[in-house]
């Protein structure tokens, strides 16, 4: 195991992030209060509690998810589609790294970026709702298990990406999309029941629907299901990256 | 001499189904400069892309300090250092960090102390805290070849450093070179130009449509296929050349006042001591001779069109 060049790739990464720290910081939590003002203030206030849970707090979990999602997606996808674009890519190809160490150094930064970024978001709602977690360290493998595998996708979607408006595709037509049809801002027993059976088609739904259990103890679905989700998300990510750098698939000639 | 990379009969054709390399064999010793010269498009990019693993060979193989660069990459690229032929940086990286990087991604540890001497060495030390993207293209250059000399390679590739820079930064290349000959560096260039070859490479491989047409000591490579040429100052012009002397090929040059005699130097008999004897038998006083050799670009358009016929 090359771990210097693991380290190098991780902190080059993050050198990139901090050097845009400001937009990092701010970014997340302007939208995050900008959700809290119009769906918990303006229209929650209007909306009952959901599953005994305030409905300013029920939407956290989702708007956490929702964030770390897209962050995870945009930091890995930009890390590994850049240096493609601007040519630096030789230095990975002929440098003595394996497929594994390029993709921890890649996706574990892009992943550090998102769990950062999905802590601010709660560190932000804490100050607008009360908050309870009741098994934080089911919220923290939920966590980590999101910002690792759509870090992974991200990755995916980087190398597949031969232009920059690739590379915004699928987080904009097919991850938002999934992330709003997931329950994020709504319970899965609010809708009625022909879409409660096509919502469960949504991999989404399963893991919001986890991360929320995690706070409040209630779920749409069986948490042993959300849990295997994950990990299966996460394994079929982990199978593609190792395809493409079996066969240098878009990236080595 | 010790051999550093051995390639053996290496075929790259692309996707597209170019063939751009058509069985190349080479032997690269330790310690020398070898320059491989060639056309744009001749092959010479693959053929260093391949051996640093950032194309699959299509068939042969290569090994670098004897491990194979396919199933034995890790050992094989830690002994070599690539600098691109274009300026592949990323911009907004300070110099030391993108050098410390590469560094890393070699698997070295830390080292200060080198990558001080490495900027130093290569005039980069006062830009050291600079961003990429704040710095003139020679120093772009220099940065990529302290970023290939990080890890402290016993082979660098140079793919065409002196492509589009100015005499000045050429001259100094060339400097660079000589010193990490002298600390051991094993280094291939790849280059157009021949005054480059011919200036600074121990042994010049010529390349052309993907296949090496020779590889030879440069002097020997000179020495074999050069041609001379005399030039014959003249006391009285002549307008045509006397019968007797019309065997010899010889052109009349400067309004008459001078006669060109070009020879082949692996002839058995160059025909100079002839050609003296048939010139004052014909009356002719001569003012002066020079001889010239034959550059690399005389030698390499030859092999070229040889190649092409």
């Known amino acids: 195991m090359n771990r210097a060049a693991i380290r190098a790739i991780y902190v080059s990464e993050m050198t990139r992030f901090f050097r845009t720290i400001a937009q990092s910081f701010i970014s997340p939590v302007i939208s995050t209060s900008l959700y809290f003002v119009v769906f918990g203030a303006a229209i929650g206030s209007r909306i009952d509690q959901v599953e005994g849970v305030s409905y300013g707090a029920f939407i956290v979990p989702g708007l956490i998810m929702l964030s770390v999602m897209t962050q995870a997606i945009t930091n890995a996808s930009f890390g590994i589609y850049f240096p493609k674009f601007i040519g630096t890519i030789y230095e990975l190809l002929s440098a003595p790294v394996n497929f594994l160490e390029i993709v921890l150094g890649f996706v574990g930064a892009a992943a550090t970026k998102a769990l950062?970024?999905?802590?601010?978001?709660?560190?932000?709602?804490?100050?607008?709702?009360?908050?309870?977690?009741?098994?934080?360290?089911?919220?923290?493998?939920?966590?980590?298990?999101?910002?690792?595998?759509?870090?992974l996708f991200g990755f995916i979607i980087g190398i597949w990406a031969q232009n920059f408006e690739q590379l915004q595709l699928i987080p904009l037509l097919v991850i938002t999309p999934l992330v709003f049809l997931g329950g994020?801002?709504?319970?899965?027993?609010?809708l009625p029941p022909v879409w409660q059976k096509i919502t469960l088609f949504n991999p989404v739904v399963y893991l919001i629907s986890g991360f929320r259990w995690s706070f409040f103890g209630v779920a749409d679905v069986p948490i042993g299901l959300s849990l295997l989700a994950i990990a299966a998300f996460t394994a079929l990510c982990l199978g593609v990256v190792w395809w493409i750098f079996r066969t240098g698939w878009r990236i080595r000639t | 001499m010790e051999t550093i990379a051995d390639i053996r009969d290496l075929r790259k054709t692309y996707a597209g189904g170019f063939e751009a390399l058509k069985g190349v064999t080479l032997a690269i010793e330790t310690g020398e400069i070898l320059a491989l010269l060639g056309p744009n498009g001749a092959g010479k990019t693959t053929l260093i892309s391949t051996i640093c693993g950032i194309t699959s060979p299509s068939g042969g193989s290569v090994t670098v300090g004897g491990h194979d660069v396919v199933s034995g990459y890790r050992d094989a690229r830690r002994l070599i250092g690539l600098v691109p032929q274009e300026i592949h940086l990323e911009p907004f990286s300070k110099v030391k960090d993108t050098v410390a990087f590469t560094r890393g991604l070699f698997g070295k540890p830390r080292d200060d102390g080198l990558i001080e001497r490495i900027l130093r060495q290569l005039s980069l030390w006062d830009k050291r805290d600079a961003r990429v993207v704040e710095l003139s293209g020679g120093m772009k250059r220099r940065v990529l070849i302290a970023k290939a000399l990080s890890h402290e390679p016993a082979l660098l590739f140079l793919d065409e450093p002196t492509a589009g820079v100015d005499v000045e930064l050429r001259k100094d290349m060339w400097a660079?070179?000589?010193?990490?000959?002298?600390?051991?560096?094993?280094?291939?260039?790849?280059t157009h130009y021949i005054e480059e070859a011919e200036a600074i490479a121990d042994r010049v491989g010529v390349i052309n449509g993907g296949q090496l047409l020779l590889v030879e000591e440069k002097a020997a490579l000179m020495k074999r296929l050069g041609q001379k040429c005399l030039q014959i100052d003249l006391l009285d012009p002549v307008t045509a050349i006397p019968e007797v002397l019309a065997g010899y090929g010889l052109e009349i040059v400067g309004n008459g006042h001078a006669l060109r005699y070009t020879y082949d130097t692996r002839g058995e008999g160059t025909g100079i001591t002839r050609l003296l004897a048939d010139l004052s038998a014909a009356g002719m006083s001569l003012r002066d001779i020079q001889t010239e050799q034959s550059s690399l670009e005389d030698i390499f358009v030859g092999l070229v069109r040889e190649g092409a016929a």
């Open chain 1, 116 to 151: 950062f970024i999905g802590l601010v978001i709660l560190g932000t709602a804490a100050l607008f709702v009360d908050l309870q977690i009741q098994n934080p360290l089911a919220m923290i493998a939920f966590l980590l298990l999101t910002c690792l595998s759509f870090a």
């Open chain 1, 184 to 190: 994020s801002f709504y319970s899965i027993a609010m």
């Open chain 2, 176 to 190: 660079i070179v000589d010193g990490l000959k002298a600390q051991g560096t094993t280094i291939v260039l790849t």
